[in-house]
């Protein structure tokens, strides 16, 4: 069976109401992993319009986790160090003392877009 075929019997298969393909056969898996086994999954199922997440369920492997779906990675948690504090100086002697990083980032943003 070519790939042109293989789609063509897909169309005809029965979809639920969402569109998704109810079931493929047993004989057509097959004849889709076997183009599956030279050309690559990715390529047959973008020809035959399947993703090929499902052809790794056929075959009872499960697919590999993309970079996106990576497992929880391990962090260290470390104790907050003590707090620098910044001074802010502006025009006409304008002083703010004792900021945090993030307090005084956020006032030059906010200044900034005043002028």
Do not use: C, N
């Amino acid at each position: 069976m070519t790939l042109t075929e293989i789609k063509d019997a897909i169309g005809t298969l029965p979809r639920r109401t969402d569109g998704r393909l109810k079931s493929i056969p047993e004989e057509l898996r097959r004849e889709i992993l076997f183009h599956a086994k030279s050309d690559g999954k990715e390529s047959v199922g973008q020809a035959v319009g399947l993703g090929s997440t499902s052809m790794y369920g056929w075959e009872g492997k499960k697919h590999k986790r993309s970079a996106k779906r990576q497992r929880f990675r391990h962090l260290k948690i470390v104790p907050e160090v003590e707090k620098s504090s910044f001074v802010v100086e502006g025009p006409m002697g304008l002083r703010f003392v004792g900021l945090s990083l993030s307090e005084a980032a956020k006032l030059v943003r906010e200044v900034s877009h005043e002028f």
